[in-house]
């Protein structure tokens, strides 16, 4: 028989690794943030991570987190939710709407909207940008030869307030020169928030210097894909 999961558990675990990863660093105690990533898990499975005081969340997809958050935050208001996943230009309105922190511009489309809707909306999510570190063309994210002009662009004419940037390294490489390369970036343009590192590699970011680490399937278990 299969074991059910147990979430709060297993969020206690990654609290405990996260911890000695920062120590282990040499980093501050409690400088790098979790964002339990909660996609395709419904609104039952969050509660008890919800109840054992984990508050930043993260979601791939705009239309997904519309039906699960907007009843959550309301029974939890301090919660802060993060979109981590690509946003399409038509879902960018909706992704102000909701998401507090946006983690993935990629693209100037992309930044022209969220600025539009910024001002319309008069709401100001966090905002990060995507870097496609390994300039894999299948993957979203800015590349890393046009990652200054972008980040450029977004500050200058946008007037977009970016607070660090983000990276996915390919699944089949060793994700510390991808991190490396990422902090090497922020570093020219004086970003210090890095999200960086996921649920096998999350220990590697920390001691490369992530103040936010992304962690889904080790909380949370197996997707639930259909």
Known sequence: MERRVDATENLSKI??????????????????????????KPVEDIRPVIAAGQRIFGENRVQEAQSKWPLLKAETP??????????????????????????TVDREK?????????????????????????????KAGIDPEQADDFIDL?????????SG??????????PGPHFALLAKIAG??????????MSDDFEIGIAMGATR?????????????P
Request: glycine share 8%; net charge neutral; aromatic share 4%.
């Open 154 to 162: 977004c500050r200058s004419e946008l007037e977009l307030d970016i």
């Open 188 to 197: 020219r343009a004086g970003l210090k928030q890095l999200s960086m590192g």
């Open 110 to 138: 992309i930044a022209r909207e969220i600025a539009r809707e910024i001002k319309k909306q008069g709401r100001s999510p966090e905002l990060f940008i995507q870097i496609n570190t390994g300039s894999e063309p299948q």
């Open 15 to 40: 609290r405990a690794a996260i911890a000695a990863a920062e120590r282990e660093a040499g980093r501050e105690k409690g400088s790098v943030e979790l964002v339990a990533v909660s996609k395709t």
């Open 78 to 103: 301090d919660l802060q939710l993060h979109l981590i996943g690509p946003l399409q230009s038509n879902k960018t309105a909706d992704a102000v709407a909701l998401f507090d922190v946006i983690e």
């Open 213 to 225: 680490v992304r962690v889904g399937s080790a909380i949370f278990g197996a997707r639930n894909y």
């Open 165 to 174: 940037l983000m990276c996915i390294p390919p699944v089949d490489e060793n």
